[in-house]
């Protein structure tokens, strides 16, 4: 009996060392993110890919994630009218991270990344990340997706962009049944047709072949 005993209180104090050990790193990752330092950022997103790895998807990483996803962007630090706290490298990896996770939750939050970030590099990380993930709400991604990249051809188009985009649209597609919503059909036409390099429009023009086949009389879905 006292055997027993003793061997449950190691079990007890190992548990409570494990854990006193995975709250200290929480909180040093969590003090990186909220560091102003952009390259302390970069340490902690460092550090929660491999605590991700290892197997902590608790949501304490998911709200540091979701804090640095959208700093700069909704969460602002300004001088003289500048906002200090900008930076687009570090949202990136957190959507590569995202797309690493690849839970309801993650998909959520790069939906939410493409459709307020204006930065391109987040932007192809984010939608690439939803091209691999995405299992769920196409009618709702799909043309945020389509929106983004848009508002990004209007300006300048970025063949890097399109082709994330065409790609991840090929992806989804095959995974929702061969179905794409009508906002990114119109999407793969506007780059059939716009200012792109001719490996991109060449891509947009077979998927637009893939849907008339795929829609043809007696095609397999």
């Not at 990114?184 to 792109?196: E, N, R």
């Amino acid at each position: 009996m006292k055997r027993i005993a003793l061997i449950c209180m190691v079990c007890m104090v190992f548990v409570s060392v494990v854990s006193g050990q995975e709250t200290l790193e929480m909180t040093l990752i969590r003090e990186q993110s909220y560091s102003m330092d952009r390259e302390m950022k970069l340490i902690a997103t460092a550090n929660l890919r491999r605590t991700i790895k290892n197997g902590n998807t608790k949501d304490e990483v998911y709200n540091i994630l979701e804090y640095l996803a959208f700093e700069g962007i909704l969460y602002k630090t300004m001088e003289y009218g500048r906002v200090l706290n900008n930076f687009p490298d570090v949202r990136a990896q957190v959507a590569i991270l995202f797309g690493v996770l690849g839970t309801p939750r993650a998909q959520e939050q790069l939906v939410k990344m493409v459709n307020l970030d204006p930065d391109i590099t987040v932007l192809i990380e984010a939608i690439g990340a939803l091209g691999n993930i995405l299992s769920a709400n196409f009618s709702t991604a799909v043309p945020v997706i389509a929106k983004a990249v848009r508002r990004v051809d209007f300006t300048a188009p970025n063949n890097a962009l399109a082709m994330t985009t065409l790609e991840a649209f090929e992806k989804m597609t095959a995974r929702n049944n061969g179905v794409l919503h009508r906002d990114g059909l119109d999407l793969i036409q506007t780059i059939v047709s716009g200012s792109y390099i001719t490996v991109v429009r060449n891509k947009a023009r077979q998927l637009q072949l893939d849907r008339i086949r795929a829609n043809e009389p007696g095609a397999s879905r």
